[in-house]
């Protein structure tokens, strides 16, 4: 058995308990694997072990790794979890299953626009700077209703979700708490949220995908 495979082992099962003791059916909580910067080599060894999931931040780096990985895994769903240029919009449709950095009325005009050229529809989630940090992307939170309504009712958009990423020094269960109380007054049915430190805070509040990387593919240096 490889690494890999052993830490999915682990993961599921830490998933798993966390619903237990939520009173969830893990059914209920996808895994998304965050194979960025790891390579298609480390994506083969997770599908080899029953993962089809995953995240990659890049939609350059995605585009070179998953078409062969698909190919032969025709069941394999990738998402599109970083931040994304209006000029990556197209690229992005192309490739992914769900687009999780919705985030600004200009990229919700290119992605609506990069759909209808290429009669794809990936399912999309709406970051939110749930932190209101400044160096994050994200929509303010503030701005979220108004926001969803323009995807929705200018654009067409199939918004199904929130995605969120908590600040890195703070207790993340109060934005998660933020996070699925904006989900349950828009009527969304997708919350992603939680990564390898608190993908089981994350659960307890509701999160039905968790994207989790070092805790699988383990550390690999920045490009």
């Known amino acids: 058995m490889s690494h890999i495979a052993a830490n ?11 619903c237990h003791q939520a009173g969830r059916d893990p059914a209920a909580v996808q895994l998304v694997a965050v194979s960025k910067f790891h390579p298609a080599e480390s994506v083969a060894q997770a599908l080899a072990a029953g993962q ?8 350059q780096e995605a585009a070179q790794k998953f078409p062969a990985l698909r190919e032969a895994t025709p069941a394999l769903r990738l998402h599109v979890i970083g ?8 690229d992005a449709v192309r490739i992914a299953d769900v687009i999780e950095s919705l985030d600004r009325p200009k990229l919700a005009a290119s992605l609506a626009e990069a759909m209808a050229r290429e009669g794809r529809r990936p399912g999309l989630l709406v970051q939110v700077n749930i932190g209101r940090e400044p160096q994050k ?15 929705r009712e200018t654009h ?22 933020a996070m699925q ?11 992603s949220m939680g990564m390898s430190g608190d993908f089981e805070q994350a659960i307890r509040h509701g999160a039905t995908h968790v994207r989790i990387g070092t805790a699988i593919f383990g550390h690999r240096a920045t490009p």
Do not use: W, Y
């Open 156 to 177: 067409g958009l199939p918004v199904e979700g929130l995605m969120c990423i908590p600040p890195a020094e703070e207790d993340p269960s109060p934005h998660f708490v």
């Open 8 to 18: 999915l082992i682990q993961i599921r099962d830490r998933i798993a308990e966390a």
């Open 83 to 90: 931040a994304l240029q209006t000029n990556k919009a197209r």
């Open 181 to 191: 109380e904006a989900a349950a007054r828009l009527k969304l049915g997708v919350l």
């Open 52 to 59: 089809l999931v995953f995240g990659e931040n890049r939609v």
């Open 137 to 151: 992307a994200g929509i303010d939170p503030e701005a979220l209703d108004d926001f969803i309504a323009e995807c």
